[in-house]
C-alpha cells in the first residue's frame, strides 16, 4: 500500500478527509475493503484521534465509509459519481494554492471542449443555435454592464450547454461536478484587459462556424479560445491576482 504523507496542523478534520479520500483513489480500493485502523492512521498523519474520529464520521455521512463494530472501518461506495464528487472537492480544496490545478483544469477543458465542439458543428442538435445564441446575448449584456460575476457564471454555462449537447452522459456528469471548480477558476484567475471583448469575439465565432456546419474552424476556434485562458495562466504570478479571466 503506497504511504501517506503526514499533514499539517491546520483543519485537521478537513485535510484528514482528504488524506483518506486520496488514500482511497492512489490504492484502487473498492467496497468491501478494510481502511487502515485508527491509531494506524493517526501514527501516519500525525494527528489525534479526535481527527480521525471526525474525518470518518464525515465521510460515513456521506456514504463512502462504514463502521462495523469489533471489525473495523470499510468502504462502502466508489461509484463514479461518488468519484467525481471527492475529485471535485479534492481539486477546490487545492485550487487557492495550486497554480498546476488550474492548468491542468484547462488543458483538460481543452482535450474534451475542442473535440465536442467540432461535433456539434457537423451534426448540431435540434435548436442548439437558438439557445446557444440566446445565452450569447445574455453574456453581452452582463459585459456591457460590467456585472463580472455574473458574466463568470453565464460563460461556465455556456461551456457546460456545449458538454450537455455532446449527449455523452460521462462527460456530462464530469462538468457537472466541476461546475465549483470551473467558477472558482474564474475567480482566481486574472482579469485582464480586452479579455471580456476578446471572448464574446470568439464565442460569437464559434456559433458560425455551427450555423456553417464548419467543424474544423469551430474546433481552431476553441483550441485558440482555450490556449489563451493557458497563455495567461502560464504568465500569472500566485496568490495575488483579479477576479475573472477569459
Do not use: C, W
Amino acid at each position: 500500500m503506497k504511504d501517506i504523507t503526514p499533514i499539517r496542523k491546520t483543519k485537521r478534520a478537513d485535510e484528514v478527509v482528504r488524506a483518506i479520500e486520496n488514500l482511497i483513489i492512489d490504492n484502487n480500493m473498492q467496497p468491501g475493503d478494510k481502511i487502515p485502523s485508527q491509531t494506524e492512521l493517526s501514527a501516519s498523519l500525525q494527528v489525534g484521534s479526535r481527527s480521525i474520529r471526525e474525518a470518518i464520521r464525515s465521510l460515513e455521512s456521506r456514504g463512502l465509509l462504514e463502521t462495523k463494530q469489533g471489525k473495523g472501518v470499510f468502504i462502502k461506495n466508489n461509484n463514479m459519481e461518488f468519484f467525481l464528487e471527492m475529485l471535485k472537492d479534492s481539486l477546490v480544496f487545492h485550487l487557492p494554492k495550486e497554480k498546476k490545478t488550474l492548468l491542468d483544469l484547462a488543458h483538460t477543458r481543452k482535450m474534451i471542449e475542442t473535440n465536442v465542439i467540432y461535433n456539434i458543428a457537423v451534426d448540431t442538435p435540434p435548436g442548439f443555435i437558438s439557445e446557444f445564441s440566446l445565452l450569447l446575448d445574455l453574456l453581452d449584456e452582463k459585459a456591457v454592464s460590467d456585472e463580472i460575476e455574473a458574466y463568470n457564471l453565464l460563460d461556465v454555462e455556456l461551456h457546460k450547454m456545449l458538454i450537455k449537447a455532446s449527449g455523452n452522459n460521462i462527460i456530462i456528469s464530469v462538468y457537472n461536478h466541476l461546475f465549483e471548480l470551473l467558477v472558482r477558476s474564474f475567480q482566481k484567475t486574472g482579469g485582464m484587459r480586452g479579455s471580456k471583448e476578446t471572448s464574446q469575439r470568439e464565442h460569437r465565432q464559434m456559433l458560425v462556424a455551427i450555423m456553417s456546419s464548419d467543424g474544423e474552424s469551430a474546433r481552431n476556434l476553441m483550441e485558440k479560445h482555450i490556449d489563451s485562458t493557458i497563455k495567461k495562466l502560464e504568465d500569472m504570478d500566485f496568490p495575488e491576482q483579479a477576479r475573472f479571466f477569459r
